[in-house]
């Protein structure tokens, strides 16, 4: 007996139940969410070799009727073909071919893209020159033939879409933001006294160019200096902090503590004895950038404190759940004197507000809404031909 709703979840990399890092941690909450909605998910992910039973067994499953409401992908950054530890492409025809099966039989296909840093100039100086030009003809294979195979696209935020425009503009988009988990909330919080100081909580990478903690750091040193109390806690990779730009340490005064949480509960922790969640803003992609940080933030409980111009700026402006600062030396602290407790309390309020919209389940709610919308009228498992041949 099998459930009434049914979907196909897909990405080349393992599903990772306790994700220390966003890109891991969205797809292993979404597949949670959509079983949590009462879809019986049929997963294909991990190596080639796993993905390939996988598909075999999703495709004996259509031609002998089975029904899917849809199929969500979510391939990570790399190109799908180089996805496999040695980076060969062994298996040209694995991925592409179950979105192509998938689409032509009327199963939507919904696949969320997640960034595209190798459109923005510097990356090739940054990955090297030689691996870019072999990845490039990758990246542009990837969105050739999700064209033809994709029927919704889904991106971070909409500010990316024009890095994209020529691949999905006949498609179905919607920008998709990342969710938190009602359960991994705290069950109390360390409140602040009324006269302690703010405690700044940024969790995340380190590493410039991609993540340039200096203007946070900066800022941090001379709102310091100028008697602005606060506290910064930063939460990184320990490895990654061994090996942190050696312009960082003249900023790191009595203010800013430095910690590397080994779990998931740890990070939680870290959450509840903290009062505001820093984005990054100082990062290559910050114009589209909607990190899993943000919604977890809403989860907890935490007003965000983000970067002008960046994408969870303009969030954080438009619901009113944060502050924005600028990348001066003297724009924190100019901020920081403004945050009295009246200000900290309504702005808390409004994230309490908005909390019930951030829900990974509600999240996982959108992509059915989606692939519900994209559905062709045609009976689910016949066979689907587009103009031009099938893909």
Wanted: with cysteine.
């Amino acid at each position: 007996m099998t459930s009434e709703r049914r979907c196909i979840f897909y990405r080349t990399r393992a599903t990772v139940d306790d994700a220390m890092s966003g890109s891991d941690l969205r797809p292993a909450k979404l597949l949670q969410a959509f079983r949590q909605l009462g879809y019986d998910v049929d997963v294909v992910a991990g190596p080639a070799a796993a993905r390939k039973q996988s598909i075999a067994n999703v495709k004996r499953q259509i031609l002998a009727g089975a029904r899917y409401d849809f199929l969500y992908a979510e391939p990570p950054t790399t190109p799908t073909l180089l996805n496999e530890p040695h980076h060969f492409p062994t298996h040209p025809l694995l991925d592409y071919g179950l979105l192509g099966f998938c689409h032509s039989r009327a199963i939507p296909v919904v696949l969320f893209y997640s960034d595209v840093q190798w459109r923005l100039p510097g990356y090739a100086s940054r990955v090297g020159w030689p691996k870019y030009l072999l990845m490039l003809p990758f990246f542009h294979l990837d969105l050739l033939v999700y064209r033809r195979v994709v029927d919704a696209f889904l991106v971070p935020d909409r500010g990316m879409l024009p890095q994209i425009a020529g691949w999905v503009s006949e498609r179905p988009n919607r920008a998709s933001m990342p969710g938190y988990d009602p359960a991994e909330t705290p069950a109390r919080r360390e409140q602040r006294g009324k006269s302690d100081p703010l405690r700044l909580f940024y969790v995340g990478g380190i590493s410039p160019p991609v993540y340039d903690l200096t203007p946070l750091l900066q800022g941090s040193a001379y709102a310091s200096s100028r008697g602005v109390r606060h506290e910064l806690t930063i939460c990184c990779r320990q490895a990654e902090w061994q090996h942190r730009p050696a312009a960082y340490d003249r900023y790191l005064g009595a203010e800013v503590k430095v910690v590397h949480n080994r779990n998931r509960q740890e990070l939680i922790d870290l959450y509840a004895r903290h009062d505001v969640s820093v984005m990054p803003y100082g990062t290559l992609n910050s114009d589209w950038a909607m990190p899993v940080k943000f919604s977890e933030a809403i989860g907890m409980g935490l007003p965000v404190l983000a970067g002008s111009g960046t994408a969870t700026a303009r969030v954080a402006a438009e619901q009113g759940i944060g502050w924005t600062v600028g990348s001066s030396e003297d724009d924190l602290s100019a901020l920081l004197r403004t945050i009295d407790d009246a200000e900290y309390e309504r702005v808390r309020a409004a994230v309490k507000r908005v909390q019930p919209e951030y829900s990974w389940i509600g999240r996982a709610a959108e992509v059915v809404a989606i692939a519900d919308e994209v559905r062709s009228p045609k009976a689910i498992g016949s066979p689907r031909r587009r103009a031009g041949g099938s893909p």
